[in-house]
């Protein structure tokens, strides 16, 4: 399976500081995704690194990827209050047809 | 900002009952995917589909499953006879053309809530 797993399962902070979240995925990728959940609604894109990438910003985002250790990780820095959600990796599979496999996702709390 | 967009928010059907998903694709994606969550659980893979047919189809998109593109912008997802265990919020996304991360990224619906009593 190509499933992303991501680690932590659960992440609370304090708002302002930095939240790193961590993901490994098993086989090789042409790209890494990270979509954010708010509870209950729908998954939102967050940034995609290509695996010909080591590094990639977003405003607070950060995302790296490590081909060789078939892993990623995300950066938000500056964490606030609304960053608190669910946070999943989707290292689609090969070909222009791509499905996303999702794990059980990083829940962020971050507190006021 | 284009978006994908999904109808009906939220939908309660009987048991036994046809239901019928829609979404609207962003205009100038050729590529259509559907996913699932069931409450607490992982977000899954469905179906996809791109030049008019299916080209993949997970293990819980059986016969009772169906989808079309009855148009340019539409693209639904009917549920012949719901189960209980259908009950979950539905995912429509949408990938490229574009070129480069437009082309790669898929971008999701804000999703149906399909409750099935």
């Known amino acids: 399976s190509q499933q992303g797993e991501e680690d932590p399962q659960a992440l609370s902070i304090q708002e302002g500081e930095n939240a790193t979240m961590n993901c490994s995925y098993k086989t090789s990728i042409n790209n890494l995704q990270w979509y954010r959940q708010n509870s209950g609604r729908g998954l939102v894109h967050l940034i995609l690194i290509r695996s010909n990438e080591r590094e990639k910003h977003s405003g607070r985002l950060r995302v790296t990827l490590d081909t060789s250790k078939k892993s990623s990780s995300l950066l938000i820095t500056a964490s606030r209050a609304a960053d608190t959600a669910s946070y999943f990796c989707a290292p689609p599979y090969t070909g222009a047809n791509s499905k996303l496999t999702f794990g059980k996702g990083i829940t962020l709390s971050v507190r006021p | 900002e284009p978006e994908v967009t999904q109808t009906p928010s939220h939908q309660v059907t009987q048991m036994g009952q046809e239901v019928i998903l829609r979404c609207v694709p962003i205009s100038n994606h050729l590529y259509f995917y559907w996913y699932r969550q069931i409450l607490g659980q992982k977000v899954e893979f469905l179906v996809s589909?791109?030049?008019?047919?299916?080209?993949?189809k997970s293990e819980i998109f059986d016969d009772q499953f169906s989808v079309e593109r009855p148009d340019g912008s539409n693209f639904t997802l009917k549920i012949r006879s719901t189960k209980l265990e259908d009950s979950a919020m539905y995912f429509c996304?949408?990938?490229?053309?574009?070129?480069?991360?437009?082309?790669?990224?898929?971008?999701f619906g804000p999703g149906t809530r399909l409750l099935v009593l």
């Open positions: 589909f791109y030049n008019n047919e299916i080209s993949e």
């Open positions: 996304a949408s990938k490229g053309p574009g070129g480069g991360v437009t082309q790669e990224t898929q971008y």
